[in-house]
T-cell receptor
């Protein structure tokens, strides 16, 4: 199967750190992607993990454990503009399979 | 990243009619993908459009409902046929990127 599970909603405070978790089924795995999608806009690429460990890119980091079928996206120094949906996506061949997305709300 | 345009950006259609959505890319790509995003939901792959061959449809999607054309390496169309209100969604095309995929701006379809 291709089930990808992530929390539906999260709320965090401006300036704080938030971690969005994602679990997926490991068969045929070919990389784990995180996309950001603001309301009414197309998804935009944030990060990609194919090997275990942490990938850091500015305020955003993504972690992968292939044996556990687990990833997380870490957002530091949250800003109001980070309020968006964050989509965990599993690569398999040329295809991407998306989770339901986590709607993050950043509050003052 | 590629530059992708979609037409129309949005439309309101009557039940039983059909709408053709266009996707134009500024570079040649072997594969183009069509997704549906229903209200409040994530993206679901409809089909992969390959130039010179029939599109490959995912489970739950059929050619009669979602015919796809791919006349060249920079263009594809998706038709939503015999529409019902359940077809109200955002339809997005995407192309391979390194890594992952790059998405077009989407077409917001409302069926009354």
């Amino acid at each position: 199967g291709q089930n990808i599970d992530q929390p539906t909603e999260m709320t965090a405070t401006e300036g704080a750190i938030v971690q969005i978790n994602c679990t997926y089924q490991t068969s045929g795995f070919n990389g784990l992607f995180w996309y950001q999608q603001h309301a009414g806009e197309a998804p935009t690429f944030l990060s990609y993990n194919v090997l275990d460990g942490l990938e850091e890119k500015g305020r955003f980091s993504s972690f992968l454990s292939r044996s556990k079928g687990y990833s997380y996206l870490l957002l530091k120094e949250l800003q109001m503009k980070d309020s968006a949906s964050y989509l965990c996506s599993r690569g398999g061949g040329n295809k991407l399979t998306f989770g339901t997305g986590t709607q993050l709300k950043v509050e003052l | 990243s590629a530059v992708i345009s979609q037409k129309p950006s949005r439309d309101i259609c009557q039940r039983g009619t059909s709408l053709t959505i266009q996707c134009q890319v500024d570079s040649q790509v072997t594969m183009m993908f069509w997704y549906r995003q229903q209200p409040g939901q994530s993206l679901t792959l409809i089909a992969t459009a390959n130039q010179g061959s029939e599109a490959t449809y995912e489970s739950g999607f059929v050619i009669d409902k979602f015919p796809i054309s791919r006349p060249n390496l920079t263009f594809s169309t998706l038709t939503v046929s015999n529409m019902s209100p359940e077809d109200s969604s955002i339809y997005l095309c995407s192309v391979p990127s390194r890594p992952g995929q790059f998405f077009g701006p989407g077409t917001r379809l409302t069926v009354l």
